[in-house]
């Protein structure tokens, strides 16, 4: 019953990130079909395409592995993105002052979810789902519909590149960086995957689960916040219809990625990018060898199901149970 | 004459584009402007759908109950549009469908624009620009969501233009189901995928920005007369669209006739309010748009500090 | 007499409908080790939960070292030395056991987790421990005794002067139980306060210094455990009158065979299991922690998968093999954990008893799905009075009953459906004694009446005082078998291999 | 009485009902709140209150209320299914296919049930055999169903014979048959959740699928029976809005509806946790959530607020039914 060395297992490895294996299959097959598919142009816009998603599923990640869920992500991108943008081209406010603004918003409307969700004991999925429409209707009343557009003035940053990489893809990598620390170097993001064990032993444990589970939906807005900043950018205006259905993507980022939704599991880095990078190669492949558009949410079920079927494996190959007894005997298995 | 009340009930599929508010103001404000001397006073009831095409059925349901006196709508899906028309046929309540015509029933009269004549003219107008600058057009089509019977007709039209004039081909098809993000993508990652591609259509430019970005993004927004331009039709000449038109990045496109449209639907229902004849298929062609022109076309919802920023 | 160094005085609390302690004082100095006893459900968690700061209590007060401390919540007791090993161990699967350790309060270096420095810490409260784990294994891949470790472990970081422990020995084998001890006098004779919670007075009498009883949320008395026999104790824990029926043994006479078990195999599990059962007999299915006897019984009802075997039962008057997931039909299972694979919680007495008999509490042919309520009214009190399960009424949630209550509602929904044979884990496990001679009476009647029993418990007193024959499991193998007459030697010396060779 | 409450609290003895009284009124909010807006929208509302509005009204809501007793069923046992709408779109789809092919209508209408209910027993066994979690499966089972919808009808809807749709929306003494449909249905279920075992296995596998499979109760096809019940609920909805609407419509399956089904099922008050709830709950949300578009539409609330409301509504709805849920478990 003695382990020498945290052992090295073949078979976990390959259960969490199985996915790179088909990711690496999905992008030889686009390579192959569409030759122009393995290139650093390629590569970067999958990245660039991804970036804003990859923000906002880091920090939906932080309230799916407390057992809960948001679907309001959209929304809240929506509108901090809106009233950011009106604050610019309508108010003329400051950029920096609109942008820590958005920000500030975005925070407040994760307070709003986790009011609902924590304290008011609303099962999650129903509360962030009224949040989805209210959030969407506030901000189409606030624009009255319309496409803000971003002064050209700025429009510029959605793509600039230092070297061949967007600056977005390397912000966005540094957002995942700070989320993957807090997410297993801080008591927060420990006790966020606690929580997502088990809400009472947390509880027991001396864990703080309201606070944490409230702070989790915060840091999820201000994600969806960020992710919003990036996502206009690349947009260069906001519109009525943005980041609609953001929210499924992201999360079957995560599920892809290993990150489970029955709580406590996955990470930051690898995880949450391999699954980000994974449905992005699979959009922009089909993109690129020109595929009809009726067929990209069929794939992307497709998707969701095998990696789903292939975690389903995971849980089912319990480990097989050592048998462990006191005194260790010489004699063997008498029959 | 005498004054007369009318309650007409406009139902939307959705409201998140803001031609749709520009629509319904521009016809409530002419039905205003009328009211002088026509003597009909108009009570707008509007609902809104969602987007989903049960819901309109249902709102159209409240409608009918609620006993208006004319229904007008724009159909989430021409398909199904044709339920809500038979239900008000029994009612007694005539219907105008608005925008997007019905393929499933008939309706009293329809008010809307002719999207097939609209990128036809436009594919046109811009096979004949690229062969005066002796360009052959490797082009990249942004399609529109193809559940839209616009972006469908659209599309069509720029097809059978490309196959009967022959002054382009389309190296890649980018559907975008009209969402901005989809539209920077695909434009991206065709432009990346088809270095060569020297021309684009775009199905609509509401969210040209997204179109713009790609463009930078590849190194290749500048306006025509720079080696590095692009040639783009783009339809609608929204409010982004304009200004693109304007600073010379979109050489051709049609117009998407706002406040026309909303005027001919108020002239259709006076019509019908008076008992006069009227026609039951009114269609508008919007005006083709070029650098050179747009500036001076009037009445373009573009231009209306309401709609724009 | 010195001041005792902790004091809780005048203690009171009450939960909605019980009051679980009623003004109980409480004191303990250190370098002593003092058990604390009592009856299922006599508020000895409550009173510890208190000091633990995990529960507010209505009244009383706290001194630790004669001042008058507040505790209002886990930071607080551990602020004040006091550390608790809790009866439900608080693991969480997914996380390293570092991480499980540390949870509620990690050291930082640079703005992030110090985990070198906590590394180096669990090795080496884990190594005073006898554990030599890698403390980033994750909790999930270590074994329940290990993890029972871990949670000791846990209480230890803090070099606590009060250490609370409550059951920890439930999930040990005999050899970590053994150590457990060690370390716990290591520390009382480093001067800790050490407050020891078990069902088991052996484990009192060996290693506790003082005792102290309660009753129904009251003192019931307490001293020198020198000073008490067994009897004494186990008196002032249920009351006079329930003794006698603690230390019965019964006999019954075994009849035909009813169910037959052939080489059933499970790769690294279990190995070529085969016996038989007969009517009317109690098999005691004897084996340390660990030697597969859950998995068995799981294996025979089918809520494990099997490699290979037959199980054949009686039907009629002839032995018919029976598909794995078919057996459940004909066997009444009692898991070892009733809170998660035996009770509905939030359901009512009525609907757990009779949740495996359903089908045949129907009205007659066209509602032949239609439950009888009457029916299932009348046969719920049937069994509620037969086993004299306390309970306010039918429509009571389980999840307010007592332990032993919740048992008894467990056994009765088996005796409603009657099958002729039940196989029961560990059925007495977090009982107290008076509950536990109720359930042993409950097993003896089932034989009386001609069914057969497998009954597996780690406590060897209580499976020689039900079982007519013994099996004995060793890593997954049946390893010996014994008659009625066996002695407690055989047992022991066959499960542990001292005396392997023995047949 | 007890025909309404949910199948796990039942018979309160005196006591236990005394102690509960304060907490059960509001549970019976939905109700209370159904009746108040009734009351006050037929007094400020013109033709609110009219025969031929209430019929239409409830008309309008017999497939959502369709899809939210299918949705209760899975919700009871602690799933979801988010796939609904694409379901019984592409079940739509075919029978509407069949039907255009010449096929007779009475087995379009087979296709249009069978077609979600095997899609729903794909679900079923993917949970339950697979043990994989109802979300993401029947997330992605309503990606791929609308995907195949889009796919096959090219985004066009598909025409269904007249006499298909006028056989189910006959009237009979006035009332139209999908609201008779819905009525019947739901009594049945009503009485075979409560009073059935069927009905004890499916509170007893949504409380504790554990205890229940060593209680013998055959859980895996206890789940399996739900999400292909649900299924079914998606077919008999996909019959009624295809002949509301007189065509198959791809449109039918938008991932929004999801949505609308499982917000109609938790304001009426099934739990979205499992265990709690019935039939009766699932119209009844159905119903309130129909009300409220149909309120706003003929109080002409502009659309934005609409959905601001909306949310709110739904919040508030459920928020009092947790509470009050939480407090009488205690
Ligand atoms: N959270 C609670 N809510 C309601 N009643 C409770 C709660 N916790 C304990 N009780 C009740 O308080 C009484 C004392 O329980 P406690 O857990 O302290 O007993 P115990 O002596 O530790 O028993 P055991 O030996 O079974 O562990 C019991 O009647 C129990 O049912
Ligand atoms: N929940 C569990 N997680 C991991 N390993 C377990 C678990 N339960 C038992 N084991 C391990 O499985 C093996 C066989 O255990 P099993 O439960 O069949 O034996 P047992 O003799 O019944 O012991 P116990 O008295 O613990 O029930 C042992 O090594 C044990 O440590
Ligand atoms: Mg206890
Ligand atoms: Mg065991």
Redesign the interface.
């Known amino acids: ?6 052992n090295f297992s073949l078979r976990d490895f390959l259960f969490t990130y199985g996915f790179l294996l088909v990711l690496l299959l999905v992008i030889v097959y686009f390579s192959v079909t ?1 030759p ?2 393995f ?1 650093m ?2 590569a970067m ?1 999958i990245l ?2 991804a970036a804003p998603l990859l923000i906002i599923a880091s920090g939906l990640a932080f309230v799916i592995m407390t057992k809960r ?1 948001d ?1 309001s992500v959209g929304s809240i991108a929506y509108l901090s993105a809106a009233i950011g943008a009106l604050m610019i ?2 108010m003329g406010l400051p950029i920096p002052l609109a942008v820590v603004s958005m920000l500030v918003l975005s925070c407040l409307m994760g307070v709003l979810n986790g009011f ?1 969700v924590v304290i ?4 999650p ?3 962030t ?10 901000g ?2 606030l624009t ?7 002064p050209r003035s700025i ?2 940053l ?2 600039k590149k230092v070297g061949p990489i ?1 600056i977005d893809i390397l912000f966005s990598l540094f957002i995942l960086l700070i989320m993957m ?1 807090i997410h297993s ?3 927060f993001g ?2 966020v ?2 929580i ?3 809400i009472s ?2 509880e ?4 703080k689960e309201k606070r944490i589970s409230f702070f989790a939906y915060v840091v999820c807005g201000l994600m969806a916040g960020i992710g919003a900043i990036i ?1 206009s950018l ?4 906001v ?4 980041g ?2 953001y929210e ?1 993507t992201a ?2 980022m995560l ?1 892809i990625g290993g990150v ?3 709580g ?2 996955g990470t930051i880095l690898p995880g949450v990018l391999i699954g980000g990078i994974t449905l992005a190669v699979i ?2 492949g089909l ?2 060898i ?1 595929a ?11 998707v ?2 095998v990696s ?2 292939a ?3 995971k ?2 190959v319990k ?9 260790p ?1 010489t ?1 063997s ?3 | 004459g005498e004054e007369k009340t009318v309650k007409v009930c406009v139902s939307w599929n959705e409201k998140v584009h803001s031609l749709i508010q520009a629509w319904q103001d521009y016809m409530e404000m002419y039905a205003k402007e009328l009211e002088p001397t026509t003597g009909i006073k108009y009570e707008w009831i509007v609902n809104v759908a969602n987007g989903d095409a049960n819901l309109q059925n249902n709102n159209i349901q409240d409608c009918i109950n609620q006993k208006v006196d004319y229904i007008v709508a724009r159909a989430q899906d021409s398909g199904t549009i044709g339920a809500s028309i038979k239900a008000a046929e029994e009612a007694g309540i005539p219907f105008i469908t608005f925008d997007r015509a019905s393929t499933s029933g008939d309706p009293t009269a329809h008010v809307g624009e002719d999207g097939y004549l609209q990128a036809r003219s436009t594919a046109e107008a811009f096979a004949k620009l690229l062969k005066d600058n002796g360009i052959e057009g490797k082009c990249i089509e942004l399609q529109g969501d193809l559940l839209d019977n616009t972006a469908v007709l659209r599309h069509k039209a720029w097809a059978e233009v490309e196959k009967e004039l022959g002054a382009w081909t389309t190296v890649a098809e980018v559907p975008t189901e009209w969402k901005p993000e989809k539209f920077y993508q695909g434009a991206l990652n065709a432009l990346q995928a088809n270095p060569d591609a020297n021309c684009m259509y775009v199905a609509s430019d509401f969210a040209f920005s997204s179109v713009e970005n790609a463009l930078s993004a590849v190194d290749k927004d500048a306006p025509t007369g720079d080696p590095k331009h692009i040639w783009i039709a783009a339809d609608d000449i929204n409010p982004m669209g304009y200004e693109a038109m304007v600073n010379g990045i979109i050489d051709v496109g049609t117009t998407w006739e706002a406040y026309s449209v909303s005027v001919l639907l108020v002239d259709t229902l006076n019509k019908m309010v008076n008992g006069e004849p009227y026609e039951k298929v009114n269609l508008i062609s919007g005006r083709l748009a070029t650098p050179e022109n747009v500036q001076t076309l009037e009445y373009l919802y573009s231009t209306d500090p309401k709609y724009a920023d | 007499m010195t001041i005792p160094y902790l004091k809780m005085d005048g203690i009171a609390k009450s939960f909605p409908g019980v009051q679980a302690l009623k003004n109980v004082t409480f004191e303990a100095s250190q370098g002593e080790i003092l058990a604390l006893v009592g009856a299922n459900g006599a508020g000895k968690s409550t009173l510890m939960n208190v000091l633990g700061g995990n529960i507010e209590p209505n009244s009383g007060k706290i001194y630790i070292n004669g001042k008058e401390v507040r505790i209002s919540s886990p930071s607080d007791a551990a602020a004040n030395g006091i550390a608790f090993v809790h009866q439900e161990m608080a693991m969480l699967p997914t996380m390293s056991i570092a991480d499980t350790m540390y949870i509620s309060s990690f050291p930082y270096k640079h703005g992030l987790i110090d985990y070198k420095t906590i590394y180096q810490r669990c090795r080496v409260v884990l190594k005073r421990l006898g554990c030599n784990f890698d403390p980033r294994e994750r909790i999930r891949n270590i074994s329940p005794g290990d993890q029972q470790m871990v949670e000791i472990g846990r209480a230890l970081l803090h070099d606590p002067q009060i250490i609370i422990f409550d059951e920890p020995t439930s999930s040990l084998t005999s050899r970590e139980k053994e150590h457990l001890f060690e370390v716990i006098r290591t520390l009382k004779q480093e001067g800790s306060v050490i407050i020891y919670i078990s069902h088991f007075l052996d484990e009192v009498f060996s290693l506790c210094d003082r005792v102290m009883v309660l009753r129904n949320g009251e003192t019931a008395g307490g001293g020198l455990v020198s000073e008490y026999t067994n009897r004494d104790i186990v008196k002032m824990m249920i009351g006079e009158k329930e003794i006698d029926t603690y230390y019965e043994r019964s006999e019954h006479r075994a009849g035909e065979e009813i169910m037959r078990v052939k080489g059933i195999y499970r790769s690294g599990v279990i190995n070529d299991i085969s016996f038989s059962l007969r009517k009317g007999e109690v098999v005691g299915l004897w084996g340390q922690l660990g030697s597969g006897r859950t998995e068995v019984a799981r294996a025979l009802v089918g809520l494990d998968p099997i490699d290979g075997g037959t199980i054949s039962i009686k039907m009629g008057d002839q032995m018919m093999p029976v598909k794995q997931s078919e057996t459940k039909k004909y066997i009444g299972m009692i898991t070892e954990n009733r809170r998660e694979e035996g009770l509905l919680l939030p359901m009512s007495v009525c609907n757990n008893m009779s949740l495996a008999n359903l089908t045949n509490l129907t009205k007659k042919k066209p509602f032949s799905s239609v439950i009888d309520s009457k029916l299932e009214n009348s046969e719920t009190d049937k069994y509620v009075k037969r086993m004299d399960i306390k309970i306010s009424s039918q429509a009571q949630r389980v999840e307010t009953l007592s332990g032993g209550n919740q048992q008894k509602v467990i056994i009765g929904r088996w005796l409603q459906k009657n099958p002729p044979i039940y196989i029961m884990d560990e059925p007495t496990r977090g009982l107290d004694v008076g509950a536990k001679a109720d359930i042993r009476r409950i097993i003896s009647d089932l034989a009386e009446q001609g069914a057969g029993i497998l009954v597996i418990s780690s406590e060897i007193e209580e499976i020689m005082s039900v079982s007519d024959r013994y099996l004995v499991m060793k890593r997954g193998s049946i390893v010996a078998e014994f008659g009625s007459n066996a002695s407690k030697e055989d047992l022991v010396a066959t499960a542990t291999g001292a005396a392997s060779k023995k047949e | 009485m007890s025909i309404l409450n949910s199948g796990v609290t039942q018979q309160l003895s005196k006591k236990d009902s005394k102690e509960a009284a304060d907490i059960y009124w509001t549970r019976y909010l939905p109700y209370i709140v159904l009746v108040v807006v009734f009351a006050a929208v037929s007094i400020f509302v013109p033709y609110f209150l009219t025969i031929s509005n209430l019929l239409s009204v409830l008309l309008q809501t017999a497939s959502l209320a369709i899809l939210a007793i299918g949705q209760a069923a899975v919700l009871i046992l602690g799933g979801i299914d988010l796939s609904m709408p694409g379901v019984m779109a592409l079940g739509s789809i075919f029978g509407a296919m069949y039907m255009r092919a010449g096929g007779n209508p009475v087995l379009g209408a087979v296709i249009m049930l069978l077609v979600p209910a095997a899609l729903g027993l794909i679900n079923g066994i993917s949970v339950s055999y697979f043990g994989m979690i109802p979300f993401v499966v029947t997330l992605a089972m309503q990606a791929i169903t609308i995907g195949a919808a889009t796919m096959i009808t090219n985004q066009i809807s598909i025409p269904v014979p007249e006499n298909f749709c006028n056989a189910m929306l006959t009237k009979i003494g006035g009332i139209p048959l999908p609201i008779i449909i819905v009525l019947i249905l739901t009594l049945f279920l009503q009485f075979a959740v409560t009073k059935t075992y069927y009905g004890r296995w499916l509170y007893s596998t949504g409380t504790n699928m554990r205890t229940s499979r060593v209680s013998g109760v055959p859980t895996k096809k206890v789940v399996l029976a739900a999400y292909s019940f649900a299924g079914l609920m998606g077919g008999l909805a996909a019959i009624i809005m295809t002949s509301r609407l007189y065509a198959a419509s791809p449109q039918m399956g938008k991932d929004a509806v999801a949505m609308d089904i499982i917000a109609s099922a938790a304001v009426g008050g099934v739990s979205t946790m499992g265990g709690v709830g019935t039939a009766v709950n699932a119209v009844i949300g159905a119903i309130i959530i129909t009300l409220i578009s149909n309120v706003m539409n003929m109080a002409n609330v502009s659309y934005y607020l609409t959905l601001v409301i909306k949310g709110i509504i739904i919040i508030t709805f459920v928020a009092i039914d947790a509470n009050s849920r939480k407090k009488s478990t205690k």
């Open positions: 019953m003695t382990k020498k060395q945290h569409a122009s598919f290139s142009n390629a816009s660039h395409t869920i679907i081209s309508r609902f008011l004991n609303v099962n999925m129903i509360a789902f009224g949040t989805q429409l209210a959030f969407r209707g506030i189409l009343l009255n519909s319309m496409v803000v557009s971003l429009r510029f959605g793509n967007y620390l170097r801080t008591q420990r006790q995957v606690a997502g064990n088990d032993i947390a027991k444990l001396g864990i996502m690349q947009v260069g205006s519109t009525p219809t943005s609609t259905s499924f999360i079957a599920v489970s939704l029955y406590g599991e959009e922009t993109n690129y020109g009809s558009v009726y067929v990209y949410s069929f794939v992307r079920g497709g969701i199901f789903m079927f975690d389903s494996l849980t089912q480990p097989k149970v050592k048998i462990m007894e006191d005194e005997t004699v298995n008498a029959q």
